[in-house]
T-cell receptor, first 115, second 112 residues
C-alpha cells in the first residue's frame, strides 16, 4: 500500500519568514495530494490540495508543489503569521477518485511561529 | 451552516466496557469515516461508509464496529474497550469520492 513520509516533525520559524514542509510517497499511482491544518482541540481542515496533472497550486500565502518523478510534494507558507501555528498533515491516494479509503496521511508537522 | 458534530468530546471508560461514540453530519454527505489519531502515527482509518447500509473496514478496524442506518449518523462502537484504544477519534464526511474531507472536532477517549 501507499506510504507517506513527512518532514520535519517540528518546524519553528520567525514570524514573517517562510515555512516549507515536505512529503514523499511510495505509490507512483497516487494522483491526489491534500494538505490539512489542525489547530489545538479541533479536527483537521483542508487548506489546499493538488492533483497529479499540475505541478504547482497557490492560494494567497499558501502554495503546494508536486514532483511526480521524484514522488514528493511540499507545502510552502510565506509571510508566516501567529495564526499559522498548528499541526499540518499531508496525504496521498492512488485512487482515481481520491476516495478517502485510499487516503494515507503523513505523521504531521508541528509548525511553531515565533513572534 | 452544515456541520459535523461528535459526542461526547471526552470519555473515560474501563477496560472491557462497550463504548459508542456518536457522529452526526448535516452536510447530507454519502461518505463518512472514522479515524484515530495517536502521537507518532498521524491519522489512521478505522471504518468508513459510502452510504446507508454500507460499511467497510479500514487500516485499524480490529475491536471496532460501525453501522449506517441513515445518511446523517455513523456511530463507532468499541465492543470491549482496551487500553490500546485510548486515543483521539475523529469522524469525517465527504460529498463524493474525490471531494475534500470535513472533520468533526474529535472525541478524546481514555480507557483505564
Amino acid at each position: 500500500g501507499e506510504n507517506v513520509e513527512q518532514h520535519p516533525s517540528t518546524l519553528s520559524v520567525q514570524e514573517g519568514d517562510s515555512a516549507v514542509i515536505k512529503c514523499t510517497y511510495s505509490d507512483s499511482a497516487s494522483n491526489y495530494f491534500p494538505w490539512y491544518k489542525q489547530e489545538l482541540g479541533k479536527g483537521p481542515q483542508l487548506i489546499i490540495d493538488i492533483r497529479s496533472n499540475v505541478g504547482e497550486k497557490k492560494d494567497q500565502r499558501i502554495a503546494v508543489t508536486l514532483n511526480k518523478t521524484a514522488k514528493h510534494f511540499s507545502l510552502h507558507i510565506t509571510e508566516t503569521q501567529p495564526e499559522d501555528s498548528a499541526v499540518y498533515f499531508c496525504a496521498a491516494t492512488p485512487y482515481s477518485g481520491g476516495g478517502a479509503d485510499g487516503l494515507t496521511f503523513g505523521k504531521g508537522t508541528h509548525l511553531i511561529i515565533q513572534p | 451552516d452544515a456541520e459535523i458534530t461528535q459526542s461526547p468530546r471526552h470519555k473515560i471508560t474501563e477496560t472491557g466496557r462497550q463504548v459508542t461514540l456518536a457522529c452526526h453530519q448535516t452536510w447530507n454527505h454519502n461518505n463518512m469515516f472514522w479515524y484515530r489519531q495517536d502521537l507518532g502515527h498521524g491519522l489512521r482509518l478505522i471504518h468508513y461508509s459510502y452510504g446507508v447500509q454500507d460499511t467497510n473496514k479500514g487500516e485499524v478496524s480490529d475491536g471496532y464496529s460501525v453501522s449506517r442506518s441513515n445518511t446523517e449518523d455513523l456511530p463507532l462502537t468499541l465492543e470491549s474497550a482496551a487500553s490500546s484504544q485510548t486515543s483521539v477519534y475523529f469522524c469525517a464526511s465527504s460529498e463524493m469520492v474525490g471531494s475534500p474531507l470535513h472533520f468533526g472536532n474529535g472525541t478524546r477517549l481514555t480507557v483505564t
